[in-house]
């Protein structure tokens, strides 16, 4: 990542979402989550990015629509150690599944 794509420090958050979650769900959790700890912050304009900054709309691997569940088994990772990033005009957040 070029130092743009670099995420914020002291800009992440835990959030709960259930398995089957699309990005839209993701994006609205992180956003909630973000808007209860810093009421400064101005979000607008949020997409949702994998940690190498491509634009989350599908799976990784594949044409499949993005699920939390179907990126977890692509992963091989456990929920609590995946990390996807929100970007809101050139910052970039970091949104961590619990």
Do not use: W
Request: with cysteine; glycine share 6%; proline share 3%.
């Amino acid at each position: 990542m070029d130092q743009r794509n670099c995420p914020i420090r002291g800009k992440r958050c835990f959030i709960n979402i259930r398995k089957k979650a699309n990005a839209n769900e993701v994006i609205a959790a992180g956003l909630s989550k973000f808007r209860a700890h810093d009421r400064q912050a101005l979000l607008t304009n949020v997409s949702l990015h994998y940690p190498d900054g491509s634009f989350v709309s599908t799976l990784p691997e594949g044409d499949e629509l993005f699920c939390i569940s179907a990126y977890k088994g692509q992963l091989m990772k456990d929920y609590q150690r995946i990390v996807l990033y929100l970007r809101s005009d050139g910052e970039l957040l970091s949104v961590f599944r619990s």
